[in-house]
């Protein structure tokens, strides 16, 4: 993934800012009606999707120009979408999306895009494949095709085996390759979703091979400087490997927690351990406090340290979607949570309704960057729709029956190895003197431009 810093204002090319266009009236939501969620969410879905195909590179299956996560995580929230509303309208596609962009191993690795994949992009498809596994969505009848189980398996067991112990005591870093920017930092979203990754599969499996991953990753992350308990749960963004972790990237953004707080909620759901559910609270009220600013009546969800200015980039645009939907987990595994998230995601869904209200080059109902406001802001895309639909898909969930399924109740998502013609390991080619000192000036260039960066749009607030 391409976010924070570099790339913080280059989202103009993609997202684009539309002043004076015709507006539609207010999507009129009953946060606490299924009918009239789902009727909401497959309206904010038609435009959406016509942007996913708009936007496919040459045409290849789940690929959009200058990102590869986006699509996948999109499939996680139409996924979790079809599992509380019954809408089936494009999950033949899905399907066929989703597997293709597995790759020749089946482990979202394929070497089109691995040389300059990070570790959050890979594991934001293992978190849509593990969601396929606990919604029931339906298998791939191929038997040469691998079990949504099984791929979300084969990004943990690649992405575990990257558990860099040389420095810092552990942690897996934001960058894979040394030659990439950033490939000495460690940050939180993707250990937190590695971690929130390793504690799906290990309720989903029953295995705890999965769930003591899952602490070794808790632990390394407190005791790094990404999750400060004594700091009202603050959750760093980054932190970084050159200075053996000693310092924080402190810019923050709400799928930081989220990712975090889900995980917690799947530990705590599956182990009954108080530890767990002292972390997922803690979390939770950070978020909740925090990220439903008191202009906004603290009630409408903002990933406020871009949204004013309207600075976020394309990447920015997504996250409090999915951290809406992380939320209505942490509240449907830990129920005593349910009235702190429900008053929230209500809120927010009737502001999403005032704000999708759009319209340019024939498509309606089209979402900005800000659910407050009571008004469309002029930003569209893919992006900002997928949000949208999370805040509606978090209601769903919390009003919804379908709970998030094991391997008991799901027993076609068994997982499988299968046999590779490649590597399958994940394993790297050993790094040279020349790639650390290549890549050590890449990260310097790289943490300017991100102080750079935090320091711009802190001034913009």
């Known amino acids: 993934m391409r976010w924070g810093s570099v790339l913080s204002l280059s989202g103009a090319a993609l997202v684009l800012l539309l002043q004076g266009q015709p ?241 917690a909620a799947y530990m705590y759901n599956y182990t009954e351990d108080a530890k767990w559910r002292k972390r997922t609270e803690g979390l939770l009220g950070r978020l909740t406090t925090d990220f439903f600013p008191k202009q906004y009546d603290g009630k409408i969800f903002s990933d406020y340290a871009c949204e004013p200015k309207q600075t976020c980039d394309r990447n920015m645009l997504n996250f409090k979607g999915w951290s809406a939907q992380w939320m209505a987990m942490a509240a449907t595994l830990v129920p005593e949570l349910r009235p702190q998230v429900e008053a ?17 080059e024939g498509l309606k109902n089209l979402c900005g960057s800000r659910w407050w406001g009571a008004k469309w802001d002029g930003i569209k895309g893919l992006e900002v729709q997928q949000a949208a639909l999370g805040g509606i898909t978090a209601n769903l969930m919390l009003l919804s029956s379908a709970s998030a399924k094991t391997i008991d109740t799901n027993p076609d998502a068994k997982e499988e190895y299968l046999d590779t013609s490649e590597d399958p390991s994940g394993e790297l080619k050993p790094i040279s003197t020349g790639d650390r000192v290549g890549s050590w000036i890449l990260t310097v260039l790289w943490g300017a431009g991100i102080v750079a960066a935090g320091w711009w749009l802190m001034k913009q607030q």
Not at 226 to 249: E, H, M, Y
Not at 344 to 360: D, F, L, P, R, Y
Request: one cysteine or more.
């Open 23 to 263: 507006v539609l009236s207010t999507i009129e939501i009953q946060p606490t009606s299924i009918d009239s969620l789902t009727e909401a969410g497959e309206t904010l879905t038609d435009p959406m999707w016509e942007f996913y195909l708009q936007n496919q590179t040459e045409g290849i299956p789940g690929k959009l120009t200058d990102t590869w996560y986006v699509a996948g995580a999109m499939f996680m929230t139409m996924i979790q979408f079809w599992h509380v509303s019954g809408y089936d309208k494009h999950n033949e596609v899905i399907s066929h999306d989703m597997m293709f962009q597995s790759g020749r191993n089946f482990d979202y690795f394929d070497s089109n895009y691995s040389q300059w994949l990070g570790n959050d992009d890979q594991m934001f498809w293992g978190l849509a494949a593990i969601t396929a596994s606990e919604t029931g969505f339906p298998e791939v009848e191929d038997k040469e095709k691998p079990t949504w189980t099984s791929l979300a398996r084969a990004v943990f067991t690649m992405q575990n085996d990257r558990w860099d112990t040389e420095k810092c005591d552990g942690g897996i870093t934001w960058q894979i390759h040394p030659w990439q920017a950033g490939y000495t930092l460690r940050n939180s979203i993707s250990n937190g979703g590695l971690f929130q990754l390793a504690a799906r599969l290990g309720r989903f499996t029953r295995n705890d091979t999965y769930i003591e991953a899952a602490e070794k990753i808790w632990d390394w992350s407190e005791a790094s400087p990404l999750i400060q308990p004594k700091r009202n749960w603050f959750v760093a963004d980054s932190t970084s490997g050159d200075n053996n972790c000693k310092d924080s990237g402190d810019m923050q953004w709400s799928y930081n927690y989220g990712t975090y707080l889900a995980g």
């Open 344 to 360: 929230k995601m209500q809120s927010s869904a009737v502001a999403i309704g005032t704000s999708c209200v759009g319209e340019s």
